[in-house]
């Protein structure tokens, strides 16, 4: 997700990199972005409503394409390290390295989650994508009620970015280079408020996107990037190598109670006429409140207990 790119969603590496630090009127300063989409649905079930899902863990990981290019960063490094050099704030980056992080994902342009596909447009016509801030789809922080903010130029903005989760090496010593075919694994912080939200929301609709971000420092039309390998990949197809991976534990809740058959919020006589109707043998079925293998008395006595 850059400017320049002619082949979105068919690339068999994708890259992360900042924009040249002196140039301050093109391009984001998270240039070179990564768009991760999951399709949650089939495995995770949607409609509970944001409040009906419980995020224990989650994690992405990716596989590193290209050899000993990038040092392993492993911390946020402020913002100011960003800056031209003829800007006063600059400060020296005091680890080697900069930390490849992983963000939510917002829209805008009249894209969004459910639209947006592998091959959308970088930015609406009429827009020039050499310039910063139109990108449809963006590396995001949220804030607690899972509203995303764009953060492509947060060093231009002066404010520090909050990842999800930073990717890390197992065995691996920070500062140390990375070799190709290492995984890289972010842990999501999943006890921060707004992630939690976001990622419920994904899981409501199916589709979670994250992305992958770095200000790696480059020069213009040069410098070395990290590069990771992509489900197109011929290594990957054959086995060879790994596409990105989500990993995520929930809790899903039901959003009505069990006695609230038609789930209006009410347990009423439309409650008592769904077990009618359903009345006689049933697996697993939601009128068979007790779990007997039956649909009968008892489940309508369950519903008169809890009428209201």
Do not use: H
């Not at 449809?136 to 060093?155: K, R």
């Not at 077990?275 to 939601?286: D, M, W």
């Amino acid at each position: 997700m850059y400017p320049f790119n002619a082949t979105p969603g068919t690339r068999s590496t994708f890259s992360v990199f900042g924009s040249d630090r002196q140039v301050q009127t093109q391009f984001d300063a998270r240039d070179g972005q990564v768009l991760l989409a999951f399709d949650t649905g089939p495995q995770i079930p949607v409609g509970a409503g944001a409040s009906g899902y419980v995020i224990t863990s989650a994690e992405v990981t990716v596989q590193v394409a290209n050899d000993l290019v990038f040092r392993l960063d492993t911390t946020s490094d402020p913002w100011t390290n960003f800056l031209p050099s003829t800007d006063p704030r600059l400060t020296v980056d005091t680890d080697p390295g900069q930390p490849i992080e992983l963000f939510g994902v917002g829209f805008r342009g009249g894209w969004n989650s459910g639209n947006f596909l592998e091959n959308s447009v970088f930015a609406n016509a009429g827009l020039s994508p050499l310039s910063p801030g139109v990108r449809n789809a963006f590396a995001a922080q949220v804030n607690a009620e899972g509203v995303a903010t764009d953060i492509s130029n947060n060093p231009r903005q002066g404010f520090q970015a909050q990842p999800f989760a930073i990717g890390d090496v197992e065995g691996l010593a920070v500062g140390a280079l990375v070799p190709a075919n290492a995984i890289m694994k972010f842990t999501l912080n999943v006890a921060d408020p707004g992630i939690q939200r976001y990622l419920a929301q994904g899981l409501d609709v199916g589709r979670l996107f994250l992305s992958v971000s770095s200000l790696t420092l480059v020069q213009q039309q040069g410098g070395a990037f990290p590069s990771f390998y992509s489900k197109e990949n011929g290594l990957v197809t054959l086995g060879l190598a790994q596409a990105s991976r989500l990993r995520i534990v929930v809790e899903t809740a039901s959003p009505c109670r069990a006695t609230d058959l038609d789930c209006d919020g009410r347990v009423d006589f439309g409650d008592v006429s769904l077990v009618l109707l359903e009345f006689g043998p049933c697996n697993a079925c939601s009128a068979d409140i007790d779990g007997s293998g039956f649909v009968d008395f008892g489940d309508v006595a369950l519903i008169l207990l809890d009428f209201n």
